[in-house]
């Protein structure tokens, strides 16, 4: 019985093209198929989720889905979740060539949020179950019905703090276009190799304040304070580039990788 469990994010910024609408980058997914086929035989059980990227962030935004539903967003909110079913086809068609059993489990048809958290005591029941048959349950960011703006974005890290606090995995993984966690020290783009209680304050005021990274949006700051929370709960959680299949079995693995590794921070 394999005991270990890893969950792993497909960053949109990976998986996609960010700046070409709906534009799948089938050649990264094909890299790290052979790579989780690898770990998924000899090593342990997993769970993917994958983010957005050029499918639903652009939809969302020109509906604004993430400031709650309206009288005139409805079409809004039924095309942003169908992109984002059209982007998880897309994946699980290319994983499951390689033979990898995915169960994609649609986010949005159970979990609710209040003000874009998740409330509900969600039944994880349906990937318990897709696990203990070693399937590999495959989820990701989505528009979901929310009580009290009616619906929001649930993203897909903000997801994986949920399963984390719920399944307890033994280690998770970000996937990026990125190598891991830049600062700009000096005037000079730094790798983060390593972030621990007495580092992480220092590493995000440097983002925040940094000049030299010209992309920091919401989204890294949030996806740092998301990657806090996992491995404030004893689990091992790591960012890497998904550019570099072989690293990211490393880190998967807990061999040395080139990324960012945050520390368990108990
Ligand atoms: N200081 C930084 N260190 C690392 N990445 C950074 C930094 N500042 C900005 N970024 C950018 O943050 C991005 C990751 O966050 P983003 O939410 O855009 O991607 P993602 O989570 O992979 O996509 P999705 O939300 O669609 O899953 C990377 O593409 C990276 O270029
Ligand atoms: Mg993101």
Not at 16 to 37: E, Q, S
Request: include cysteine; charged fraction near 25%.
């Amino acid at each position: 019985m394999k005991k270990s469990l890893a969950i792993i994010k497909l960053g949109g910024s990976a998986v996609t093209d960010k700046t070409k609408f709906k534009t799948v980058r089938r050649n990264v997914i094909k890299g790290i198929a052979p790579i989780l086929k690898r770990y998924h035989d000899k090593i342990g059980k997993m769970i993917i989720v994958h983010g957005g990227g050029s499918f639903g962030h652009p939809i969302a935004k020109k509906y604004n889905i993430d400031k709650g539903l309206t009288e005139s967003n409805k079409i809004g909110l039924s095309e942003t979740v169908d992109a984002m079913r059209e982007l998880s086809l897309e994946i699980s068609t290319i994983f499951r060539n390689f033979g990898l059993p995915i169960f994609p489990v649609q986010p949005s048809s159970f979990f609710i949020t209040k003000n874009g958290e998740i409330i509900n005591d969600s039944n994880l029941i349906v990937i318990r179950e897709a696990l203990k048959h070693n399937l590999i349950p495959m989820l990701w960011g989505d528009a979901v019905f929310d009580i009290s703006i009616g619906c929001s974005i649930l993203s897909g890290d903000k997801i994986i703090l949920h399963l984390a606090k719920k399944l307890r995995p033994n280690v998770v993984v970000f996937g990026s276009d990125v190598e891991g966690i830049f600062i700009n020290k000096n005037g000079i783009r730094q790798l983060v190799r390593k972030i621990t209680n007495k580092n992480f304050n220092e590493i995000l005021k440097s983002i925040s304040l940094s000049s030299q990274i010209i992309d920091v949006t919401g989204g890294i700051i949030s996806k740092i304070m998301i990657m806090r929370e996992i491995a404030k709960l004893g689990i091992k959680t790591c960012l890497v580039s998904l550019f570099d299949p072989e690293n990211l079995y490393k880190a998967l693995v807990g061999e040395d990788f080139v990324g960012t590794l945050f520390d368990r921070l108990k």
